[in-house]
T-cell receptor, first 111, second 112 residues
């Protein structure tokens, strides 16, 4: 079993819909949780960072962490075609800055 | 603030040849990572530096891959000799703290 599980998709939704992307993990020591967006032929771009449990909002993006369920989510409101990309979750226990990655979910927003 | 710089962007080599990639991290970032990413997969850590020292190189194929970080700033990753299965994107990233790493554009390597 991988430490971090993420559905590869693709997830296809119409423009304007609310998108929910998720990761589950097995290591209860993880405390730092990140979401990255990766466009084709580009490096991953840090979108959101959350420490421990709770929610964090940044514009149309909301990151949610539920440590009791070992489950993290990224919500995108009013989705746009420009949001079409692969979304990767990453997490860290923090002791040595090592990041453990999900495989990424390919998101397609249809105009 | 300048981002992580990587070169070259693309490289095509024949199997058994050698290749080197260069990375200049964001100024002041002590942690530097080299990742290998195969299409459709998440990044796989090859090596992680903290300043000059190696924190983790457990997944680096040491019989053919080597990496160094001189003076705790720039880093090079070398493959010698290359195999077909080394075809991938090689990503360099750096971080200042635990709030995430910042990536360069990557080097797309094709081994033929």
């Amino acid at each position: 079993q991988k430490e971090v599980e993420q559905d590869p998709g693709p997830l296809s939704v119409p423009e304007g819909a609310i998108v929910s992307l998720n990761c589950t993990y097995s290591n209860s020591a993880f405390q730092y949780f990140m979401w990255y967006r990766q466009y084709s032929r580009k490096g991953p771009e840090l979108l959101m960072y959350t420490y421990s449990s709770g929610n964090k909002e940044d514009g149309r993006f909301t990151a949610q962490v539920d440590k009791s369920s070992k489950y993290i989510s990224l919500f995108i409101r009013d989705s746009q075609p420009s949001d079409s990309a692969t979304y990767l979750c990453a997490m860290s226990a923090g002791s040595n800055y090592q990041l453990i990655w999900g495989a990424g979910t390919k998101l397609i927003i249809k105009p | 603030e300048a981002g992580v710089a990587q070169s070259p962007r693309y490289k095509i080599i024949e199997k058994r040849q050698s290749v080197a990639f260069w990375c200049n991290p964001i100024s002041g970032h002590a942690t530097l990572y080299w990742y290998q990413q195969i299409l459709g997969q998440g990044p796989k850590l090859l090596i992680q530096f903290q300043n000059n020292g190696v924190v983790d190189d457990s997944q680096l194929p040491k019989d053919r891959f080597s990496a160094e970080r001189l003076k705790g700033v720039d880093s090079t990753l070398k493959i010698q000799p290359a195999k077909l299965e080394d075809s991938a994107v090689y990503l360099c990233a750096s971080s200042l703290d635990r709030r995430g790493a910042f990536f360069g554009q990557g080097t797309r390597l094709t081994v033929v």
